[in-house]
């Protein structure tokens, strides 16, 4: 037998073992184009082929998914939170596996699975296989990964552009939400949680489905992506610069025991404002009050670093 006829079908048998994906690459994300090559080089070098797509609007992502779903056994992102959350309903639908490449600036979701944020690392996690199912946060039909929020938070999206994210990264971030800060006003709400109806006055409301948030705060000491609840926290304060104090507090997720903070856990929210307010989810605008907040307990199966 020659050499030839030997070799033609191990190449039928290696191209059968390969895996494919299906790839959308946000290339207006902070390092999206240059980082998402060289991951997809890596990804091929493992045996995964993908079937690659760069968007125009975050409404393109999500049909996309659904129409080449069959050609493929797991969808990678290359992007940040928004991004994400815009595969979301399409993951819902198919069931697919999430391959994270984080490309954005803050990066929250790949921070709370222990995803590293070096490219070819990242990469490295997906080839591996190892998954996880995560839940999935709803407010207003609207899914997300990390936190939604009303008040400084939202202020702060509805004031960060895309070109300040791109430029500055997280030193945009600080800028911009120190800018919010100093013309922040507290606002009247109606929070109904398991523990009944509490009327706040606060500068910011925060339901967390994850962990990380806001470029690794964290929403609560314990929170974790698949507890299968939500964690709520009202920031009641009567000074703004109070905060200053409260920093550490919030890189821990122990906010909750400062006196100012009113933090509870539940299945299910709601939030009624005497006007209607934006509400930010994972760092996009997406909905405003009156709000139901609600959780998906493990809805999503993500790529994820296996434990040692």
Not at 12 to 34: D, F, I, Q
Not at 196 to 223: C, P
Not at 249 to 259: N, P, Q, T, V, Y
Not at 280 to 304: C, H, M
């Amino acid at each position: 037998m020659t050499a030839t006829t030997t070799e033609a079908p191990i190449r039928a048998a290696a191209k059968r073992l390969r895996r494919r994906m299906l790839a959308v690459v946000n290339r207006h994300s902070r390092s999206g184009g240059v980082s998402a090559g060289i991951a997809i080089a890596r990804l091929n070098a493992a045996g995964v082929d993908l079937t690659v797509t760069s968007p125009h609007s975050p409404t393109e992502v999500a049909p996309w998914i659904e129409d080449h779903a069959a050609e493929a056994e797991a969808v990678v992102i290359a992007g940040g939170d928004g991004s994400l959350n815009c595969v979301a309903p399409a993951l819902l639908k198919t069931g697919l596996p999430l391959g994270i490449l984080p490309t954005g600036t803050a990066n929250d979701l790949a921070r709370t699975l222990g995803i590293p944020t070096a490219i070819e690392a990242a990469a490295d996690v997906i080839a591996a296989g190892h998954t996880q199912q995560i839940d999935l946060g709803e407010v207003n039909g609207h899914h997300f990964f990390n936190v939604a929020s009303i008040g400084l938070s939202a202020d702060l999206a509805n004031s960060l552009s895309r070109e300040t994210k791109r430029r500055f990264g997280r030193l945009g971030y600080a800028l911009t939400a120190l800018r919010v800060l100093m013309q922040a006003r507290p606002f009247h709400a109606e929070i109904v949680s398991p523990e009944g109806t509490a009327q706040v006055k606060t500068l910011q409301i925060a339901i967390g489905n994850g962990r990380y948030y806001g470029g690794g705060m964290a929403v609560e000491e314990s929170a974790t992506i698949d507890d299968g609840h939500l964690d709520l926290y009202s920031l009641e304060l009567d000074r703004v610069w109070k905060l200053l104090f409260m920093a550490k507090a919030f890189r821990d997720g122990r906010h909750g025991l400062w006196e100012e903070v009113r933090a509870t856990k539940g299945l299910r929210f709601e939030i009624r404002t005497r006007r209607p307010r934006p509400i930010n989810t994972d760092g996009e605008l997406v909905t405003f009050t009156p709000a139901r907040f609600s959780v998906l307990p493990k809805a999503i199966t993500v790529f994820t670093p296996q434990k040692t």
